[in-house]
């Protein structure tokens, strides 16, 4: 996608951001908005889409820690409490500013809570294009 846009061959596309830091301080890709609710901490000067005008857009990329639903509510403490707390480290902070990214801590139900708005959201936007799960 990126190599498209470099070379001429699209003229926008929605990549993920840490991928496109070093080419937009380069000057070689002009950053229009970005897609999370608050501007991205390493590029403040480029406004959110909701900024620009197109309500509720809110997209971000993101991965997480998942377990069987059957595993005890112990061990889910324990190793949600062991993930954030790695997460929290100065060394992880760092590591994933580098790459445009950032660590939300959360508990197992933020993180379920989070899952179930992203699953309706983007359901949603699946029945108003009229895509249908094959």
Same mark, same amino acid.
Request: glycine residues 6%.
């Given at each position: 996608?990126? +190599?498209?846009?470099?070379? *001429? %061959?699209? %003229?926008?596309?929605?990549? *993920?951001?840490?991928?496109?830091?070093? $080419?937009?301080? /380069?000057?070689?890709?002009?950053? $229009?908005?970005? #897609?999370?609710?608050?501007?991205?901490? %390493?590029?403040? /000067?480029?406004? #959110?889409?909701? @900024?620009?005008?197109?309500?509720?857009?809110?997209? +971000?990329?993101?991965?997480?820690?998942?377990?069987?639903?059957?595993?005890?509510? *112990?061990?889910?403490?324990?190793?949600?409490?062991?993930?954030?707390?790695?997460?929290?480290? %100065?060394?992880?902070?760092?590591?994933?500013?580098?790459?445009?990214? /950032?660590?939300?801590?959360?508990?197992?139900? @933020?993180?379920? *809570?989070?899952?179930?708005? /992203? +699953?309706?959201?983007?359901?949603?936007?699946?029945? +108003?294009?009229?895509? #249908?799960? @094959?």
């Amino acid at each position: 996608m990126v +190599t498209a846009i470099l070379g *001429d %061959q699209v %003229q926008m596309a929605f990549p *993920d951001v840490s991928i496109l830091i070093p $080419l937009i301080r /380069e000057g070689r890709l002009k950053a $229009l908005a970005v #897609t999370s609710a608050r501007r991205h901490p %390493q590029l403040p /000067e480029v406004p #959110t889409m909701i @900024e620009g005008g197109i309500a509720d857009y809110v997209m +971000t990329f993101w991965s997480g820690v998942v377990a069987p639903a059957a595993m005890p509510v *112990d061990i889910v403490n324990r190793l949600n409490g062991a993930i954030n707390n790695g997460l929290r480290s %100065q060394a992880i902070q760092d590591s994933l500013a580098k790459v445009g990214s /950032e660590a939300s801590p959360g508990s197992p139900k @933020e993180f379920a *809570d989070f899952i179930a708005a /992203e +699953t309706r959201k983007w359901s949603a936007v699946a029945r +108003t294009a009229d895509i #249908t799960p @094959e």
